[in-house]
């Protein structure tokens, strides 16, 4: 399967843990993005990288989440001191980028729940 | 900011009807794409419109992009029961694709 694929697909937490999810774009894909889902919603952006530079952070985004790519090709997203409003579902998508013709793969998302 | 709204929120269609969703934004766009999730899925790109006025057609799907470039419809002809999912469009300002924001979506149901 070449797609973007996304680990853990589920999470479980407590409040006030950390926690990490991976993405692994599709490889020749240089953008990659993340978005927030809720339940009846639509996907929320978060940020997105161009190869390794992370270009653009939503303003709404926490201090306690950051996002790495380091070599340009899988990306990290991280939840510091996480808190029950964070439950959502963080998806990945990734793309050819270099102009209009942006056409978003999602991956299956990660699933987080805080108890 | 920017905002995206879709309407309706939900639509119940029994199947042979038509279905048709709206998409408005508060702001101009340079491009407006649409999606669909199926439920317990993510969401799969179906188009991306560009030009003021434009239509496009995929088979039963056809989508329209606003002359002012602030709206887009996507309608289905005779729906069936692989059409259910939610619909989103996703407008971006400007011309490198960045910072899509999503609407809401509008769930459809179609009833065998």
């Known amino acids: 399967d070449t797609g973007v694929s996304q680990n853990p697909r589920h999470k479980i937490t407590k409040r006030g843990q950390n926690v990490t999810f991976r993405c692994d774009p599709i490889?020749?894909?240089?953008?990659l993005y993340w978005y927030r889902q809720t339940l009846g919603q639509g996907p929320e952006f978060l940020t997105y990288f161009q190869n390794e530079a992370q270009l653009e952070k939503s303003r709404l985004l926490s201090d306690r989440f950051s996002a790495e790519r380091p070599k340009g090709s899988f990306s990290t997203l991280e939840i510091q001191r996480t808190e029950q409003g964070d439950s959502a579902m963080y998806l990945c998508?990734?793309?050819?980028?270099?102009?209009?013709?942006?056409?978003?793969?999602f991956g299956s998302g990660t699933q987080l729940s805080v108890l | 900011g920017q905002q995206v709204m879709q309407i309706p929120q939900y639509q119940h269609v029994q199947e042979g009807e038509d279905f048709t969703t709206y998409c408005n934004s508060s702001?101009?766009?340079?491009?407006i794409q649409w999606y669909k999730q199926r439920p317990g899925g993510h969401p799969v790109f179906l188009i991306q419109l560009v030009k003021s006025g434009e239509v496009k057609k995929q088979k039963r799907l056809t989508f329209q992009f606003g002359e002012a470039k602030k709206n887009s419809s996507l309608h289905i002809t005779a729906t069936q029961t692989t059409d259910v999912g939610t619909y989103f469009c996703?407008?971006?300002?400007?011309?490198?694709?960045?910072?899509?924001?999503f609407g809401p979506g509008t769930r459809l149901s179609v009833l065998p």
């Open positions: 998508a990734s793309s050819l980028g270099g102009g209009w013709k942006e056409k978003l793969f």
């Open positions: 490889s020749e894909h240089n953008r």
């Open positions: 702001t101009t766009l340079s491009n």
């Open positions: 996703a407008g971006s300002r400007d011309n490198y694709g960045q910072n899509f924001v």
